[in-house]
């Protein structure tokens, strides 16, 4: 049976999932400037990023009607953006209880809809099933720019994840002697220069376009590297656009077809 997400990527699903419920709860304090201490007094936050219509979309937590979900596909990330936090995660949460009931399987009971907690866990509990669900592709990527989101808008600045430059591999690196050097736990790489790590941050991370413009390639040859499965994308933004790593995509466009094979 065909599954569309690896080990590692149900495994970064479920941390997406594990942590958009603690994340939601943050926000509150940020639009209102006040959050609950352990003893119950209101006191400023440490530091409290500027409100934004953002986080008044992020906190709406009004329920969609069945015709209004019905009439909504929640892979669409256009009609998804208008959505608060819970009623974007229960969009996903309908669909998926329809899909598997129409499928004949066991689907998850959500008791609360406007409990975060409650939705998440239901589609983590259905993830055997999800995954060999072509669509859970984009389930995982939006929930894991919903985290993204989330995390922008409380003014969380991401920690910088570099990641193995061989094809084919792309796997994090682990910090070895107190960040001292990186090894790759994949293909035992090691990044022990500073201008190694330096070069991991301006050649990763790159939308097609940038790297097609730098490799003075055609945007579209991006696109059939990737389509033809010579390339990967090694990350995403927060609106789901695919990154990628300007070393990989030059090693492919630099082999001759007939060799490209010898890459895998």
């Known amino acids: 049976m065909t599954t569309w997400l690896d080990s590692k990527a149900v495994e970064h699903f479920h ?16 639009k209102t400037g ?5 003893g119950g007094a209101h006191t400023p936050p440490a530091s409290k990023p500027p409100l934004s219509m953002e986080v008044v979309s ?6 969609k009607g069945a015709k209004e979900w019905r009439e909504t596909d929640p892979r669409d990330r256009d009609v998804l953006d208008r959505y608060g936090v819970p009623p974007r995660v229960g969009l996903w949460a309908r669909m998926m209880i329809e899909e598997m009931t129409d499928a004949g399987e066991h689907a998850p009971t959500v008791v609360y809809w ?10 983590k509990a259905a993830t055997p099933w999800l995954i060999t ?12 720019a919903l985290r993204t989101e989330i995390e922008q808008a409380l003014g969380i600045t991401p920690i910088f994840k570099p990641r193995c430059r061989n094809l084919w591999c792309g796997t994090l690196l682990e910090p070895m002697d107190n960040d001292s050097w990186y090894e790759c736990p994949g293909c035992k ?13 301006g050649a990763q991370y790159l939308r097609g376009e940038e790297v097609a413009q730098l490799l003075d390639i055609a945007w579209s040859t991006v696109r059939r590297f990737k389509a033809e499965g010579w390339i990967r994308p090694i990350a995403c933004t927060a609106s789901g656009v695919a990154l990628f790593d300007l070393d990989q995509v030059r090693t492919v466009n630099d082999t001759p077809p007939e060799q490209r094979v010898a890459l895998r």
Request: glycine share 4%; proline share 3%; charged share 25%.
């Open 15 to 30: 941390d997406d999932l594990a942590a958009i419920p603690t994340l939601f709860a943050d926000l509150p304090a940020v």
């Open 34 to 38: 006040i959050k609950n201490n352990e």
């Open 58 to 63: 992020l906190l709406d937590t009004g329920l």
């Open 114 to 123: 406007s409990d975060l907690t409650d939705l998440l866990g239901a589609i």
């Open 133 to 144: 669900q072509q669509w859970v592709t984009e389930l995982a990527q939006d929930m894991h």
């Open 189 to 201: 790489r090691k990044y022990t220069i500073a201008e190694d790590l330096k070069a991991l941050g």
